[in-house]
């Protein structure tokens, strides 16, 4: 298979890096992880991310490394690999059919010999040698996925969870078999107490140790697993938003093809109740669309002749006709997915640390659990004593919650803030915005909407406002200009015809409407009446643009068009003050435009006149006093500022180029996103913090009791099988994590 069929992205010239993403397979701990991580970063020229609880490597290698390569390393780590498709989300797992059958074959076997070994008066006679029985169909064929790995694993001179375990279930049933057969423990009639602690004499068997190792650790593979599917639910309902057929338009008909042929350019209809299959612009029809499982936007949006629709929306008004724009993967949900997938396979700082820590944490268990032998057996404690607390020390101790503390959390998080309209390039976003202290905000575009609207209007004495407006807006329906649009859009829809047209360039536009001559030219100061004049003042220290409406070739009214706040504005830079940033704005617009916004959203510092190239120096000031700067912006203005900030951030509804340079898009196009963003990032970090403290708690606190011989294996293995499953639900109430509504205090602000 090709790099590019693997979903590589294919270099051509020599020299060239290219980036590889594979599935890896039989991975069991964080420490399998790094063993992988090592293996591929042996490779010349060649660095790998692997993530624990997706089951994905990036890699990142020279043009001349080979996936036959790449898959070597990974197999000579004990591991499999094989190439995926760098947009193909990861599918639900319908559940391996022979896991769960050897899991139900164990626990079948093993509950008899723990109940049993549990409760002296179940003990009849012979049931020791029954018990054996069992114990040996558990610890051969019941555990022999846990010996595989450990030898495959001890093959490549590596140590990993599995070796742990099967060392531990090997060690608890040999033991128990030379007490049967040599140590009196087979004597007929022969009873044996139970014991939480690692308490027993050549008599003590512990068979219920060696079945009940494999049994909680089978079972806290299989639950963990279905917990960790749910966590990525969200990406696989982002790749099922996708329509699967279209209905194509063309020659006059109506044809229904699957979704794969459809090519841009190419009309399709959308009837109510029915998915928009692709990106593209509407060319007939109204309606009103969903944008909720996409966007997080619960208003519906109306759209008509003229609009952009984004496949994947939900059409719940009438029947559209739209023309395609992109297809495949060049659509907006694709997109989406391909960032939400590459942010997954990411990896964050606190869990390269985890990785780090594990890689080097399975060979120094075993060394403390042959040093806890040692010890035992040089106090004169009996060998069986010696050799369970030994046990114990290898099953207690495996890195497992260590290696999911941080992946987890980071999956769900990522999948909820898509579901949220938020996304994120990678887990190190998360931990950027965390961090930052300072959002330094454009204002076209992403403060304000972007487009010219009527703000002010002043008639003069005699003329009334409504009137003026019908009659502009009349003559403006000629014209092309953002001006004469943004008119007769205030106009209203009624409009009465226009004669005599005639467009006056640098001036403005005249015609004749009912009988009326109607001009709306640039204003005159000397000509203007007093009112009008003083309007002229107020509108031009605003930094908007005047125009004069003339009836019957009098002055009626000074109208002033500008761009106005989006309606989150005030309640997202609001709000943000409230959680401890500094906002601060920064814009190529005038200054009295700048400072108009400034003031009705309450931002004090201001940079007006800004070009490209001052926004970037403002960034690299503001770093060097010492602040953790985030850039929000939607232009190609803002590129730039975006790339070097410490954190850029793109509205989802600008261009190709913000969006490329940020790290972190709202997919709305809402500046109230943000503060989503924010409260998610600081929800996520805590709830790593909460997974790795209990992951490094864990292992702190019960290897020790283990050495000191107060835990029984058994007991220890149910012990580590529920952290790993306590870590990973505690990352899965990301999932259903809610933002608060209102609120000022840091406190509440906080996620």
């Known amino acids: 298979m090709s790099l590019d069929s693997a979903g590589a992205d294919t270099a051509q010239s020599a020299g060239a890096r290219v980036t590889t993403d594979l599935a890896v397979g039989g991975m069991t701990c964080a420490a399998c992880v790094s063993r992988v991580e090592k293996k591929l970063g042996r490779l010349a020229g060649v660095s790998a991310r692997v993530n624990l609880a997706t089951g994905r ?24 690999a094989e190439p995926v498709a760098e947009r193909t989300p990861p599918a639900e797992p319908p559940g391996d059919p022979d896991e769960r059958l050897r899991l139900v074959l164990v626990a079948l076997f093993a509950v008899p010999v723990i109940v049993v070994s549990m409760v002296p008066s179940l003990q009849l006679r012979g049931w020791q040698w029954a ?33 742990l375990v099967s060392l531990g279930v090997l060690a608890s049933f040999g033991w128990s078999a030379y007490a049967l057969l040599f140590g009196g423990a087979g004597t007929p009639g022969m009873r044996m107490p139970f014991s939480l602690t690692a308490d027993g004499g050549g008599a003590h068997i512990y068979l219920e140790a060696a079945v009940g190792v494999p049994l909680f650790v089978l079972c806290g593979r299989f639950l963990e697993a279905r917990v960790r599917v749910r966590t990525g639910s969200a990406l696989r309902a982002l790749a099922e938003l996708g329509a699967k057929e279209v209905c194509l338009r063309e020659d006059g008909g109506e044809r229904l093809v699957p979704i794969e042929q459809l090519l841009p350019g190419q009309e399709f209809v959308v009837r109510p109740g029915e998915k928009v299959a692709t990106d593209g612009m509407v060319t007939e029809g109204g309606s009103a669309l969903d944008l909720s499982l996409l966007t997080g936007e619960s208003m519906p949006v109306e759209v008509s002749t003229g609009d952009r629709v984004t496949g994947g929306t939900l ?30 396979v990411g990896k964050a700082r606190a869990q390269r640390l985890a990785d780090t820590v594990a890689g080097v944490f399975v060979p120094v268990v075993l060394g403390i659990a042959v040093c806890v032998i040692g010890f035992w057996l040089g106090t004169g404690a009996g060998a069986a004593q010696a050799l369970t607390a030994g046990v114990a020390v290898l099953v207690v101790a495996c890195p497992c919650a260590l290696g999911l503390a941080t992946p987890t959390a980071l999956l769900a998080a990522t999948g909820r803030g898509a579901e949220l309209g938020v996304l994120v390039r990678g887990p190190e976003v998360l931990e950027s915005l965390r961090r930052i202290d300072t959002v330094l905000l454009d204002k076209t575009g992403t403060l304000t909407a972007g487009r010219m609207t009527l703000v002010d209007a002043t008639p003069a004495a005699g003329f009334e406002i409504d009137e003026v407006l019908r009659l502009a807006g009349a003559v403006e329906q000629r014209s092309e200009h953002p001006v004469g649009r943004a008119l007769t859009a205030a106009a209203g829809t009624s409009l009465p015809a226009v004669s005599g047209f005639r467009a006056m360039p640098g001036l403005g536009v005249a015609g004749t409407v009912e009988g009326r001559p109607v001009r709306v ?27 004069a409406a003339e009836l019957d070739g009098r002055a009626a009214a000074l109208l002033a068009v500008g761009d106005s706040l989006r309606p989150g504005s005030y309640r997202a830079v609001h709000r943000l003050r409230g959680m401890g940033l500094t906002t601060v704005l920064a814009t190529g617009d005038q200054p009295g435009a700048a400072r108009l916004v400034a003031q009705e959203l309450g931002i004090s510092e201001i940079h007006a006149g800004a070009s490209p190239e001052r926004k970037a120096e403002l960034v690299t000031e503001l770093r060097a006093a010492g602040r953790s700067v985030a850039v929000v912006g939607d232009g190609v203005n803002d590129a730039v500022a975006l790339a070097s900030a410490d954190l850029g951030i793109a509205l989802g509804s600008g261009t190709d180029a913000a969006i490329g340079a940020a ?10 996103s943000l503060v989503v963003a924010v409260r998610l990032a600081r929800r996520t970090l805590a ?37 790993s499953l306590l870590v990973v639900a505690n990352s899965l109430r990301l999932r259903t994590w809610q933002p608060a509504r209102g609120g000022q205090g840091r406190s509440r602000l906080a996620g």
């Open 131 to 163: 018990c054996f029985c069992s114990a040996a169909f558990v610890v051969t064929i019941g555990s022999s996925v846990f010996h595989a790995r450990a030898w495959r694993g001890l093959r490549h001179a590596t140590a990993t969870m599995d070796t």
């Open 57 to 80: 490597a990036r890699v990142l290698h020279p043009a001349e490394v080979s996936l036959a390569e790449l898959v070597a390393a990974v197999e000579a780590a004990g591991c499999t």
């Open 521 to 547: 030219v640039r204003p005159d100061g000397a000509d203007l009446p007093r009112e009008l004049r003083a309007a002229l003042t107020r509108t031009e220290a605003a930094g908007q643009t005047a125009v």
């Open 663 to 672: 790290g972190l898009t709202l997919v709305r196009g809402d500046i109230e």
């Open 315 to 344: 059409n719940i008004g009438g029947t559209l006709v739209v023309r395609a724009t992109a297809v495949g993967a060049d659509t907006q949900l694709a997109r989406i997915t391909a960032l939400v997938t590459q942010a997954q």
């Open 687 to 723: 709830t790593i913090r909460v997974n790795l403290v209990w992951a490094f708690g864990y292992n702190a606190v019960l290897i020790p009791l283990a050495a000191a011989g107060l835990l029984n294996p058994m007991v220890a293995a149910l012990a580590m099988s529920a952290s």
